[in-house]
């Protein structure tokens, strides 16, 4: 029986106030532009982000897609951290849908990338090479532990990008959970960004979506390529209820996942075989290394205690989230000592 599920915070469920809410929503059809709901999200999300408007969308993947597409031709150039979630985990739709080529940029620790190394790979180029048109940022940042960039961080990115005529797109999946671990407005954050999107499905907890914010000419060129892709939906306000009460009622309490996310970084780290840099552990994802080649058995073994992870060869993460709490945290710690004593360093 599982108990504690820390794959991802994509996982969660959405809160009794939610649920009300999409029963209750007042719909109409979006792709009209009539559904008082999505409308209502939208416009506060584009408010929150300091945008001047915003398209929901079905998911961070497609908002990075649009996001793509609409700033990027075929045979254009984006500039992506080697870490990135747009080249790791998107199955590479950018490329296959839009002749998009992506260029991986090495990223840091903190999964920042070097001004100087995105300036060198976005300068005039010859004839033989693809046009670079947009740089993409991520924060926070998955693969390197969930860390949460400053704006300073993301400025100097984004000036390196912008001093040659590029379009900067921040992937925020889970910026909120970097506004609230660096106590600064989201807004702030995406300051230096021409677009940014950030999941609904993630830390705030609703059940699907993502919202795509940017300028008005950019919101209505995304809003074509969403109808091309097939993510134009009509009665949305059933999902986009769920965003309305979560942009009011599930960001402060992500300090808690953080604080869960502290907790069972730091247990762990005093267990045999745990390789983790705990200055890295910002929000609410613990990744830390395991010996080579254990990492699926301490996954299956961790099912089998009643906590459940993803697998992978050396390198695993927890995710805590909305509807984890402190003794949920406590049994994973006494589950992870169990099985790591049991397998060894």
Known sequence: MIRVD???????????????????????????????????????AAEMLGKEAAVIVSSGTQSNLVA???????????????????LNAEAGGASALGGIVLMPIQTGERGAMDPGVISAAAAPRDHHKA???????ENTQNMAGGTALSREEIKVMADAGRQHG????????????????????????AADADSVGFCLSKGLACPIGSVLCGDADFIEE?????????????????????GVVALDSMIDRMADDHANARKLASAI????????????????IVRFGVPAHRGNEIQSRL?????????????????????????????AINAMDKVMAEIGG
């Open 6 to 44: 820390l794959r991802s915070d994509t996982v969660s469920h959405p809160s009794p106030e939610m649920r009300k809410a999409m029963y209750e929503a007042e719909l109409g059809d979006d792709v009209y532009g009539d559904d008082p709901t999505t409308n209502a999200l939208e416009e506060r």
């Open 303 to 331: 099912k089998d205690e009643g906590v459940l992870i993803n697998g992978g060869d050396s390198d695993l993460r927890f995710v805590p989230h909305y509807g984890i709490d402190s003794e949920d945290i406590d049994i």
């Open 166 to 189: 590029l379009r900067v797109h921040m992937d925020g999946a889970r910026l909120f959970n970097a506004a609230v671990a660096l106590e600064t407005p989201a807004a702030e954050l």
């Open 131 to 137: 046009p670079v048109g947009v740089l993409c940022v």
């Open 68 to 86: 793509l597409l609409a700033q990027a031709g075929r045979g254009d150039t984006a500039l992506v951290g080697t870490t990135s979630h747009i």
């Open 269 to 284: 780290a005093e267990m045999p075989g745990i390789d983790i840099d705990l200055s890295n552990v910002e929000t609410n």
């Open 222 to 242: 995304a809003r074509r390529w969403r109808k091309m892709l097939g993510g134009a939906m009509r009665q949305v306000g059933v999902v986009a209820a769920a």
